[in-house]
T-cell receptor, first 113, second 115 residues
Framework: DAMVIQNPRYQVTQFGKPVTLSCSQT?????MYWYQQKSSQAPKLLFH???????NEADTPDNFQSRRPNTSFCFLDIRSPGLGDAAMYLC????????????FGSGTQLSVL | QQQVKQSPQSLIVQKGGISIINCAYE??????FPWYQQFPGKGPALLIA?????SEKKEGRFTISFNKSAKQFSLHIMDSQPGDSATYFC??????????????FGKGTKLSVIP
């Protein structure tokens, strides 16, 4: 009954080789978020979509891009992964913004060789 | 101004004991204070949340205490169980306007409950 599904669970890529992570949701929520979480650290927001409106955090590197082709799906593209991009990437959704419960997926653990 | 400071970084509690995790914030625009629980290899899950119009909220064994004047809030886990062993994140966000989508997380507390 997973509501926010991330694939793959583990992803290994080579330094500089583009990689795409995917997220789907069955909740029909308006807002989708991508967070980066490094080991023993808090999740860090990269960007979010309110419906089709894309909102990039000021300190999110240009190397990170996102697409949301429809309500259910959202993708995180890392154009040229560096060693520092190795992390857990978490997708989350909420009905609206503000005072809203976030529903997280189980994450994709990205390794960069 | 955007930081949420969380302590302790790690906590070991005996089964049946009380676990207490503290958070402090500076931004007076923060108006929503959730706690998330994260098990290894999983995404965080909302545990309990509070708004500053109340000083305490209880759900089962979990209680949030909120002190608006001190800009502090804490999570108390009563009768702690080994199954509570996880990392706990406090967070805060404004209620509206620019930034209301933005949850600012604390750095997390790794709780270990030993039998």
């Amino acid at each position: 009954d997973a509501m926010v599904i991330q694939n793959p669970r583990y992803q290994v890529t080579q330094f500089g080789k583009p990689v795409t992570l995917s997220c789907s949701q069955t909740l029909n929520h308006n807002v989708m978020y991508w967070y980066q979480q490094k080991s023993s650290q808090a999740p860090k927001l990269l960007f979010h979509y309110y419906d089709k409106d894309f909102n990039n955090e000021a300190d999110t590197p240009d190397n990170f891009q996102s697409r949301r082709p429809n309500t259910s799906f959202c993708f995180l593209d890392i154009r040229s992964p560096g060693l520092g991009d190795a992390a857990m990437y978490l997708c989350a959704t909420s009905r609206q913004v503000g005072f809203e419960k976030l529903f997280f997926g189980s994450g994709t653990q990205l390794s960069v060789l | 101004q955007q930081q949420v400071k969380q302590s302790p970084q790690s906590l070991i509690v005996q089964k049946g004991g009380i676990s207490i995790i503290n958070c402090a914030y500076e931004n007076t625009a923060f108006d929503y204070f959730p706690w998330y629980q994260q098990f290894p290899g999983k995404g965080p899950a909302l545990l309990i949340a509070i708004r500053p119009d109340v000083s305490e909220k209880k759900e089962g064994r979990f209680t949030i205490s909120f002190n608006k004047s001190a800009k502090q809030f804490s999570l108390h886990i009563m009768d702690s169980q080994p199954g509570d062993s996880a990392t706990y994140f406090c967070a805060a966000s404004p209620d509206s306007g620019a930034g209301s989508y933005q949850l600012t997380f604390g750095k997390g507390t790794k709780l270990s409950v030993i039998p």
